[in-house]
Protein backbone atom coordinates (compact mmCIF):
# COMPACT_ATOMS: atom_id res chain seq x y z
CA UNK A 1 0.00 0.00 0.00
CA UNK A 2 1.48 3.48 -1.11
CA UNK A 3 1.29 6.23 1.04
CA UNK A 4 -1.66 7.65 -1.02
CA UNK A 5 -3.39 4.25 0.11
CA UNK A 6 -2.92 4.91 3.42
CA UNK A 7 -4.07 8.25 3.86
CA UNK A 8 -7.40 7.66 1.91
CA UNK A 9 -8.23 4.13 4.35
CA UNK A 10 -7.09 6.75 7.01
CA UNK A 11 -9.37 9.09 5.47
CA UNK A 12 -12.19 6.91 5.48
CA UNK A 13 -12.38 5.23 8.60
CA UNK A 14 -12.70 8.75 10.44
CA UNK A 15 -15.50 9.61 8.05
CA UNK A 16 -16.60 6.11 9.33
CA UNK A 17 -16.93 7.48 12.76
CA UNK A 18 -17.97 10.89 12.17
CA UNK A 19 -20.54 9.57 10.04
CA UNK A 20 -22.06 7.26 12.36
CA UNK A 21 -22.14 10.20 15.20
CA UNK A 22 -23.84 12.62 12.32
CA UNK A 23 -26.34 9.91 11.71
CA UNK A 24 -27.51 9.21 15.11
CA UNK A 25 -27.95 12.95 15.98
CA UNK A 26 -29.35 13.91 13.02
CA UNK A 27 -32.16 10.99 13.55
CA UNK A 28 -32.66 12.33 16.99
CA UNK A 29 -32.96 16.26 16.17
CA UNK A 30 -35.82 15.05 13.45
CA UNK A 31 -37.34 12.24 15.69
CA UNK A 32 -38.19 15.44 17.85
CA UNK A 33 -39.38 17.36 15.13
CA UNK A 34 -37.12 19.25 13.20
CA UNK A 35 -36.79 19.27 9.40
CA UNK A 36 -34.30 17.81 8.09
CA UNK A 37 -32.89 20.73 6.23
CA UNK A 38 -32.75 22.07 9.59
CA UNK A 39 -31.09 19.20 11.53
CA UNK A 40 -28.70 18.77 8.91
CA UNK A 41 -27.54 22.15 8.90
CA UNK A 42 -27.50 22.30 12.77
CA UNK A 43 -25.49 18.64 13.27
CA UNK A 44 -23.11 19.84 10.60
CA UNK A 45 -22.02 22.44 12.84
CA UNK A 46 -22.25 20.73 16.40
CA UNK A 47 -19.87 18.45 14.62
CA UNK A 48 -17.72 20.86 12.95
CA UNK A 49 -17.93 19.09 9.73
CA UNK A 50 -16.58 21.74 7.80
CA UNK A 51 -13.03 22.03 10.02
CA UNK A 52 -13.06 18.21 10.27
CA UNK A 53 -13.17 18.29 6.45
CA UNK A 54 -10.31 21.00 6.38
CA UNK A 55 -8.03 18.92 8.78
CA UNK A 56 -8.20 16.07 7.41
CA UNK A 57 -8.12 16.48 3.27
CA UNK A 58 -5.20 18.51 4.74
CA UNK A 59 -3.44 15.75 6.66
CA UNK A 60 -4.21 13.74 3.46
CA UNK A 61 -2.63 16.05 1.10
CA UNK A 62 0.31 17.09 3.54
CA UNK A 63 1.45 13.66 4.35
CA UNK A 64 1.44 12.50 0.67
CA UNK A 65 3.24 15.21 -0.71
CA UNK A 66 5.72 14.54 1.99
CA UNK A 67 6.20 11.22 0.81
CA UNK A 68 6.74 11.76 -2.66
CA UNK A 69 9.04 14.65 -1.70
CA UNK A 70 11.30 12.11 -0.06
CA UNK A 71 12.70 12.94 3.45
CA UNK A 72 15.34 15.37 2.55
CA UNK A 73 12.86 17.77 0.84
CA UNK A 74 10.01 17.51 3.27
CA UNK A 75 12.01 18.25 5.87
CA UNK A 76 13.11 21.54 4.66
CA UNK A 77 9.32 22.56 4.43
CA UNK A 78 6.93 22.92 7.56
CA UNK A 79 3.78 21.27 6.71
CA UNK A 80 1.65 24.80 6.99
CA UNK A 81 4.21 25.77 4.71
CA UNK A 82 3.58 23.05 2.15
CA UNK A 83 -0.52 22.85 3.04
CA UNK A 84 -0.16 26.49 1.52
CA UNK A 85 1.63 26.15 -1.42
CA UNK A 86 -1.10 23.15 -2.06
CA UNK A 87 -3.95 24.97 -1.66
CA UNK A 88 -3.40 27.36 -4.36
CA UNK A 89 -5.05 27.04 -7.89
CA UNK A 90 -3.44 24.60 -9.50
CA UNK A 91 -5.98 22.50 -11.80
CA UNK A 92 -8.51 23.57 -14.74
CA UNK A 93 -11.22 24.22 -11.88
CA UNK A 94 -8.68 27.68 -10.74
CA UNK A 95 -10.55 27.02 -7.67
CA UNK A 96 -8.48 26.88 -4.14
CA UNK A 97 -8.31 24.51 -1.98
CA UNK A 98 -10.77 25.91 0.86
CA UNK A 99 -13.25 26.74 -1.98
CA UNK A 100 -13.38 23.49 -2.82
CA UNK A 101 -13.82 22.52 0.86
CA UNK A 102 -16.17 24.71 1.05
CA UNK A 103 -18.02 23.29 -2.29
CA UNK A 104 -17.92 19.82 -0.78
CA UNK A 105 -19.12 20.88 2.66
CA UNK A 106 -22.52 21.93 1.24
CA UNK A 107 -22.71 19.30 -1.80
CA UNK A 108 -22.73 16.71 1.82
CA UNK A 109 -25.17 18.20 3.19
CA UNK A 110 -26.87 18.64 -0.22
CA UNK A 111 -26.59 15.12 -0.59
CA UNK A 112 -28.04 14.27 2.62
CA UNK A 113 -31.14 16.64 2.60
CA UNK A 114 -31.96 15.46 -0.65
CA UNK A 115 -32.04 11.74 -0.13
CA UNK A 116 -34.15 11.86 3.03
CA UNK A 117 -36.12 14.15 2.00
CA UNK A 118 -37.31 12.15 -1.22
CA UNK A 119 -37.67 9.04 1.09
CA UNK A 120 -40.34 11.67 3.13
CA UNK A 121 -42.44 12.62 -0.04
CA UNK A 122 -42.77 8.81 -0.66
CA UNK A 123 -44.16 8.11 2.76
CA UNK A 124 -46.16 11.13 3.06
CA UNK A 125 -48.06 10.16 0.12
CA UNK A 126 -48.31 6.09 1.06
CA UNK A 127 -48.97 7.42 4.84
CA UNK A 128 -52.13 9.40 3.23
CA UNK A 129 -53.10 6.07 0.53
CA UNK A 130 -53.19 3.76 3.81
CA UNK A 131 -55.36 6.46 5.58
CA UNK A 132 -57.42 7.18 2.93
CA UNK A 133 -57.99 3.27 2.10
CA UNK A 134 -58.80 3.02 6.44
CA UNK A 135 -60.90 5.97 6.19
CA UNK A 136 -62.91 4.42 3.25
CA UNK A 137 -63.26 1.45 4.30
CA UNK A 138 -62.66 0.94 8.41
CA UNK A 139 -65.78 2.44 9.68
CA UNK A 140 -69.36 0.89 9.62
CA UNK A 141 -70.57 -0.79 6.46
CA UNK A 142 -68.58 -1.24 3.03
CA UNK A 143 -69.82 1.09 0.33
CA UNK A 144 -68.40 1.23 -3.48
CA UNK A 145 -65.09 -0.80 -3.08
CA UNK A 146 -64.03 0.60 -7.30
CA UNK A 147 -61.33 2.91 -5.54
CA UNK A 148 -59.72 -0.29 -3.27
CA UNK A 149 -57.57 -1.26 -6.45
CA UNK A 150 -56.26 1.78 -6.90
CA UNK A 151 -54.63 2.25 -3.13
CA UNK A 152 -53.84 -1.13 -2.71
CA UNK A 153 -51.50 -0.57 -6.26
CA UNK A 154 -50.39 2.57 -4.82
CA UNK A 155 -49.34 0.99 -1.82
CA UNK A 156 -47.67 -1.88 -3.73
CA UNK A 157 -45.71 1.01 -6.16
CA UNK A 158 -44.42 2.62 -2.54
CA UNK A 159 -42.96 -0.43 -1.59
CA UNK A 160 -40.78 -0.95 -5.13
CA UNK A 161 -39.78 2.70 -4.64
CA UNK A 162 -38.34 2.64 -1.41
CA UNK A 163 -36.83 -1.15 -1.95
CA UNK A 164 -33.65 0.40 -1.61
CA UNK A 165 -34.27 1.97 1.90
CA UNK A 166 -36.26 -1.25 3.18
CA UNK A 167 -34.56 -4.70 4.00
CA UNK A 168 -35.89 -7.74 1.99
CA UNK A 169 -37.62 -9.08 4.96
CA UNK A 170 -39.13 -5.58 5.98
CA UNK A 171 -40.70 -6.16 1.98
CA UNK A 172 -41.54 -9.14 2.57
CA UNK A 173 -44.08 -8.42 5.79
CA UNK A 174 -45.63 -4.91 4.24
CA UNK A 175 -46.36 -6.81 0.83
CA UNK A 176 -47.77 -9.81 2.59
CA UNK A 177 -50.01 -7.30 4.61
CA UNK A 178 -51.10 -6.02 1.09
CA UNK A 179 -52.00 -8.98 -0.79
CA UNK A 180 -54.37 -9.96 2.86
CA UNK A 181 -56.38 -6.90 2.36
CA UNK A 182 -56.41 -7.09 -1.54
CA UNK A 183 -57.71 -11.23 -1.22
CA UNK A 184 -59.92 -10.14 1.37
CA UNK A 185 -61.28 -6.99 -0.37
CA UNK A 186 -62.03 -9.34 -3.17
CA UNK A 187 -64.46 -11.50 -1.20
CA UNK A 188 -65.53 -8.83 0.56
CA UNK A 189 -69.38 -8.82 1.29
CA UNK A 190 -71.77 -6.39 3.51
CA UNK A 191 -72.08 -8.95 6.37
CA UNK A 192 -70.17 -8.28 9.53
CA UNK A 193 -68.33 -11.42 10.18
CA UNK A 194 -66.32 -10.88 6.67
CA UNK A 195 -66.03 -7.02 7.78
CA UNK A 196 -64.11 -7.43 10.97
CA UNK A 197 -62.13 -9.90 9.30
CA UNK A 198 -60.86 -7.01 7.08
CA UNK A 199 -61.50 -4.24 9.00
CA UNK A 200 -58.32 -6.29 11.12
CA UNK A 201 -56.49 -6.91 7.82
CA UNK A 202 -56.69 -2.78 7.29
CA UNK A 203 -55.41 -2.22 11.62
CA UNK A 204 -52.81 -4.42 10.74
CA UNK A 205 -51.29 -2.21 7.39
CA UNK A 206 -51.65 0.82 8.83
CA UNK A 207 -49.61 -0.76 11.06
CA UNK A 208 -46.96 -2.51 8.86
CA UNK A 209 -47.05 1.07 6.72
CA UNK A 210 -46.35 2.86 9.69
CA UNK A 211 -43.75 0.91 11.10
CA UNK A 212 -41.81 0.32 7.15
CA UNK A 213 -42.05 4.36 6.72
CA UNK A 214 -40.18 4.71 9.60
CA UNK A 215 -37.70 2.14 8.72
CA UNK A 216 -37.40 3.28 5.33
CA UNK A 217 -36.56 6.95 6.32
CA UNK A 218 -34.41 5.69 9.05
CA UNK A 219 -32.07 3.57 6.57
CA UNK A 220 -32.34 6.78 3.52
CA UNK A 221 -30.68 9.09 5.97
CA UNK A 222 -27.90 6.43 7.10
CA UNK A 223 -27.46 5.77 3.08
CA UNK A 224 -27.24 9.27 2.63
CA UNK A 225 -24.96 10.04 5.15
CA UNK A 226 -22.68 6.55 5.06
CA UNK A 227 -22.83 6.38 1.20
CA UNK A 228 -23.75 9.45 -0.73
CA UNK A 229 -22.15 11.94 1.20
CA UNK A 230 -19.34 9.90 1.87
CA UNK A 231 -18.55 9.78 -1.87
CA UNK A 232 -18.27 13.38 -2.19
CA UNK A 233 -16.04 13.76 0.57
CA UNK A 234 -13.74 10.71 -0.58
CA UNK A 235 -13.53 12.31 -3.89
CA UNK A 236 -12.04 15.58 -2.70
CA UNK A 237 -9.52 13.91 -0.13
CA UNK A 238 -8.73 11.69 -3.17
CA UNK A 239 -8.45 13.83 -5.95
CA UNK A 240 -6.10 16.65 -4.00
CA UNK A 241 -4.06 14.25 -2.01
CA UNK A 242 -3.14 12.65 -5.69
CA UNK A 243 -2.66 15.54 -7.59
CA UNK A 244 -0.44 16.77 -4.44
CA UNK A 245 1.62 13.68 -5.06
CA UNK A 246 1.84 15.00 -8.31
CA UNK A 247 3.32 18.01 -7.87
CA UNK A 248 5.63 16.65 -5.40
CA UNK A 249 6.94 14.68 -7.56
CA UNK A 250 7.77 16.94 -10.19
CA UNK A 251 9.02 19.37 -8.01
CA UNK A 252 11.18 16.43 -6.44
CA UNK A 253 12.45 15.56 -9.78
CA UNK A 254 11.88 17.99 -12.15
CA UNK A 255 15.36 20.09 -11.79
CA UNK A 256 16.84 16.17 -10.91
CA UNK A 257 19.36 15.84 -14.11
CA UNK A 258 19.72 12.15 -13.65
CA UNK A 259 16.24 11.87 -14.03
CA UNK A 260 14.92 11.83 -17.64
CA UNK A 261 11.55 11.12 -17.74
CA UNK A 262 8.79 9.70 -16.05
CA UNK A 263 6.90 6.32 -16.10
CA UNK A 264 3.01 6.27 -15.90
CA UNK A 265 2.22 3.52 -13.47
CA UNK A 266 -1.40 2.34 -13.52
CA UNK A 267 -3.36 2.19 -10.26
CA UNK A 268 -3.59 -0.85 -8.59
CA UNK A 269 -7.59 -0.88 -8.40
CA UNK A 270 -8.12 0.66 -11.99
CA UNK A 271 -11.55 -1.12 -12.42
CA UNK A 272 -12.36 -0.27 -16.27
CA UNK A 273 -10.22 1.27 -19.23
CA UNK A 274 -9.53 4.66 -20.10
CA UNK A 275 -6.67 6.88 -20.92
CA UNK A 276 -4.89 5.57 -18.31
CA UNK A 277 -4.20 2.34 -19.97
CA UNK A 278 -3.27 4.11 -23.12
CA UNK A 279 -0.32 6.31 -20.74
CA UNK A 280 0.71 3.31 -19.09
CA UNK A 281 1.08 0.84 -22.09
CA UNK A 282 1.75 2.74 -24.90
CA UNK A 283 5.06 3.94 -26.42
CA UNK A 284 3.93 7.13 -27.30
CA UNK A 285 7.46 8.63 -27.44
CA UNK A 286 9.80 6.04 -28.14
CA UNK A 287 11.64 5.81 -24.93
CA UNK A 288 9.61 2.47 -23.58
CA UNK A 289 5.64 1.27 -22.68
CA UNK A 290 4.28 4.19 -20.30
CA UNK A 291 7.43 6.35 -20.58
CA UNK A 292 7.09 10.25 -20.91
CA UNK A 293 9.95 12.80 -21.54
CA UNK A 294 9.67 15.15 -18.15
CA UNK A 295 8.66 18.13 -20.43
CA UNK A 296 5.82 16.38 -22.08
CA UNK A 297 4.32 14.22 -19.62
CA UNK A 298 0.38 14.60 -18.93
CA UNK A 299 -0.76 15.83 -15.67
CA UNK A 300 -1.56 13.06 -13.25
CA UNK A 301 -4.49 12.26 -11.69
CA UNK A 302 -5.54 11.99 -15.65
CA UNK A 303 -9.78 11.97 -14.18
CA UNK A 304 -11.16 12.55 -10.67
CA UNK A 305 -11.01 8.93 -9.64
CA UNK A 306 -7.53 8.17 -10.98
CA UNK A 307 -5.11 6.84 -8.81
CA UNK A 308 -2.20 6.20 -11.03
CA UNK A 309 1.04 7.43 -10.38
CA UNK A 310 4.32 8.13 -11.67
CA UNK A 311 7.92 6.91 -11.48
CA UNK A 312 11.06 8.13 -12.20
CA UNK A 313 13.15 6.86 -15.10
CA UNK A 314 17.26 7.35 -14.77
CA UNK A 315 18.77 8.87 -17.34
CA UNK A 316 21.00 5.45 -17.44
CA UNK A 317 17.39 3.10 -17.88
CA UNK A 318 17.22 5.58 -21.29
CA UNK A 319 20.58 4.68 -22.77
CA UNK A 320 20.04 3.82 -26.79
CA UNK A 321 16.88 4.93 -26.98
CA UNK A 322 15.93 8.08 -28.93
CA UNK A 323 12.55 10.33 -28.39
CA UNK A 324 10.28 10.24 -31.19
CA UNK A 325 7.65 12.94 -30.85
CA UNK A 326 5.33 11.81 -33.62
CA UNK A 327 2.52 10.81 -30.96
CA UNK A 328 0.07 10.88 -33.03
CA UNK A 329 1.77 8.25 -34.83
CA UNK A 330 2.91 6.07 -31.48
CA UNK A 331 -0.47 6.21 -30.02
CA UNK A 332 -2.28 5.25 -33.24
CA UNK A 333 0.25 1.78 -33.92
CA UNK A 334 -0.99 1.05 -30.09
CA UNK A 335 -4.73 1.79 -30.92
CA UNK A 336 -4.48 -0.67 -33.49
CA UNK A 337 -3.58 -3.58 -31.44
CA UNK A 338 -6.20 -2.66 -28.92
CA UNK A 339 -9.87 -4.28 -28.91
CA UNK A 340 -12.61 -2.49 -30.02
CA UNK A 341 -13.72 -2.74 -26.53
CA UNK A 342 -10.25 -0.82 -25.20
CA UNK A 343 -10.35 1.43 -28.52
CA UNK A 344 -13.99 2.42 -27.72
CA UNK A 345 -13.32 3.09 -23.95
CA UNK A 346 -10.57 5.65 -24.28
CA UNK A 347 -12.22 7.17 -27.50
CA UNK A 348 -15.88 6.90 -27.58
CA UNK A 349 -17.93 4.39 -29.87
CA UNK A 350 -18.28 7.58 -32.08
CA UNK A 351 -14.92 8.60 -31.81
CA UNK A 352 -13.41 4.76 -32.57
CA UNK A 353 -15.26 4.95 -35.89
CA UNK A 354 -13.90 8.50 -36.95
CA UNK A 355 -10.69 7.60 -35.94
CA UNK A 356 -10.60 4.01 -38.06
CA UNK A 357 -12.17 5.85 -40.38
CA UNK A 358 -9.19 8.21 -40.60
CA UNK A 359 -11.57 11.26 -40.25
CA UNK A 360 -10.16 12.51 -36.92
CA UNK A 361 -6.39 11.71 -35.21
CA UNK A 362 -6.66 10.18 -31.71
CA UNK A 363 -5.95 13.21 -29.79
CA UNK A 364 -8.77 14.72 -31.13
CA UNK A 365 -11.24 11.98 -29.37
CA UNK A 366 -8.99 10.73 -26.42
CA UNK A 367 -11.43 11.16 -23.32
CA UNK A 368 -9.82 13.12 -20.37
CA UNK A 369 -6.78 13.56 -22.54
CA UNK A 370 -4.61 15.73 -20.55
CA UNK A 371 -4.79 19.25 -21.82
CA UNK A 372 -1.03 20.18 -19.90
CA UNK A 373 1.19 17.80 -21.74
CA UNK A 374 4.06 19.06 -19.60
CA UNK A 375 3.59 22.35 -19.41
CA UNK A 376 2.62 22.52 -15.12
CA UNK A 377 5.03 23.82 -12.81
CA UNK A 378 5.04 23.15 -9.70
CA UNK A 379 3.41 24.96 -6.56
CA UNK A 380 6.70 23.58 -4.30
CA UNK A 381 9.43 24.70 -6.96
CA UNK A 382 9.91 28.12 -6.24
CA UNK A 383 9.91 27.43 -2.71
CA UNK A 384 12.28 24.80 -2.32
CA UNK A 385 14.17 27.01 -4.96
CA UNK A 386 14.41 29.67 -2.07
CA UNK A 387 15.33 27.11 0.33
CA UNK A 388 18.30 25.79 -1.74
CA UNK A 389 19.20 29.55 -1.75
CA UNK A 390 18.87 29.86 1.90
CA UNK A 391 22.03 30.80 3.78
CA UNK A 392 23.76 32.29 6.81
CA UNK A 393 21.42 34.49 8.82
CA UNK A 394 18.59 33.39 6.40
CA UNK A 395 18.71 30.22 7.56
CA UNK A 396 16.95 30.37 11.05
CA UNK A 397 13.67 31.83 10.13
CA UNK A 398 10.84 30.26 11.17
CA UNK A 399 7.85 29.96 9.00
CA UNK A 400 6.24 32.02 11.48
CA UNK A 401 8.70 34.78 12.47
CA UNK A 402 8.88 37.40 14.81
CA UNK A 403 8.73 40.88 14.48
CA UNK A 404 12.53 41.19 16.54
CA UNK A 405 14.38 39.05 13.96
CA UNK A 406 13.27 41.17 10.87
CA UNK A 407 14.48 44.00 13.23
CA UNK A 408 17.35 42.17 14.21
CA UNK A 409 18.38 41.27 10.48
CA UNK A 410 17.75 45.03 8.83
CA UNK A 411 19.82 46.43 11.57
CA UNK A 412 22.54 43.82 11.17
CA UNK A 413 22.71 45.25 7.37
CA UNK A 414 21.09 48.29 7.36
CA UNK A 415 18.03 48.42 5.94
CA UNK A 416 15.66 51.15 6.05
CA UNK A 417 12.03 49.78 6.72
CA UNK A 418 10.96 53.02 7.59
CA UNK A 419 7.94 54.13 5.47
CA UNK A 420 6.77 50.61 5.18
CA UNK A 421 4.57 48.69 6.32
CA UNK A 422 5.45 45.48 6.25
CA UNK A 423 3.68 42.43 7.15
CA UNK A 424 5.23 39.08 8.64
CA UNK A 425 3.04 35.99 9.90
CA UNK A 426 3.33 35.82 13.31
CA UNK A 427 0.36 33.09 13.53
CA UNK A 428 -0.75 30.12 11.74
CA UNK A 429 -4.08 32.18 11.15
CA UNK A 430 -2.44 34.63 9.50
CA UNK A 431 -0.37 32.67 7.04
CA UNK A 432 -3.04 31.57 5.69
CA UNK A 433 -3.85 35.64 4.26
CA UNK A 434 -1.98 37.64 2.06
CA UNK A 435 1.39 39.28 2.31
CA UNK A 436 3.02 36.02 1.38
CA UNK A 437 4.78 38.37 -0.79
CA UNK A 438 2.66 41.61 -2.27
CA UNK A 439 3.01 43.36 -5.54
CA UNK A 440 2.49 47.08 -3.23
CA UNK A 441 5.97 48.45 -2.11
CA UNK A 442 4.47 50.67 0.48
CA UNK A 443 2.57 47.16 1.84
CA UNK A 444 5.32 44.00 1.57
CA UNK A 445 5.30 40.89 3.15
CA UNK A 446 7.87 38.49 4.39
CA UNK A 447 8.89 36.93 0.93
CA UNK A 448 9.76 40.60 -0.65
CA UNK A 449 11.65 41.40 2.55
CA UNK A 450 13.72 38.23 2.06
CA UNK A 451 13.16 36.70 -0.76
CA UNK A 452 15.81 33.85 0.02
CA UNK A 453 14.68 32.83 3.39
CA UNK A 454 11.50 31.60 2.63
ZN1 LIG B 1 -5.56 6.58 -13.81
Known amino acids: MDELQRQLAAFSKAYGEK ?7 IQQLMDAGMTVTKAVQQVFQEYDVADWLDANVSQAIVSTAQDALGAELAGALSSAELLKALSTPWDGS ?12 SDMRQAIVETVKRQIRRNNTVQKTAQALYDGYGYGHVTGTQELPRYL ?98 ARHGEDESVAAYQWKLGSRHPAEDICDMYANADLYGLGKGVFPKDAAPVNPAHPHCLCHYAPVYRS ?18 L ?29 KAQNLSDMFGKAESRLYRMLERRKKN ?21 KYNLKTHGISYKI ?9 GYYGSADPKNIGRIDLFPSAF
Not at 317 to 334: C, P, Q
Request: hydrophobic fraction near 35%; include cysteine.
Open 425 to 433: QLDKGSIKG
Open 94 to 105: GMTLSQKLHGAE
Open 336 to 364: KKQSLHIRQAILGVKGEQEWKAGRVGWMD
Open 317 to 334: ELEGKKRSDDVETNGNAW
Open 153 to 250: DELTRWTRRSQENLTPEELKVIQKTIRKVKAQADGLVDDRVTYNHFKTALNELMDKVEYGTEKAAQKALKTAVEEKSRYVAERLARTEAARARYDAFI
Open 391 to 411: IDDLSDFKVLIKMKSVKAICK
Open 19 to 25: GKAITER
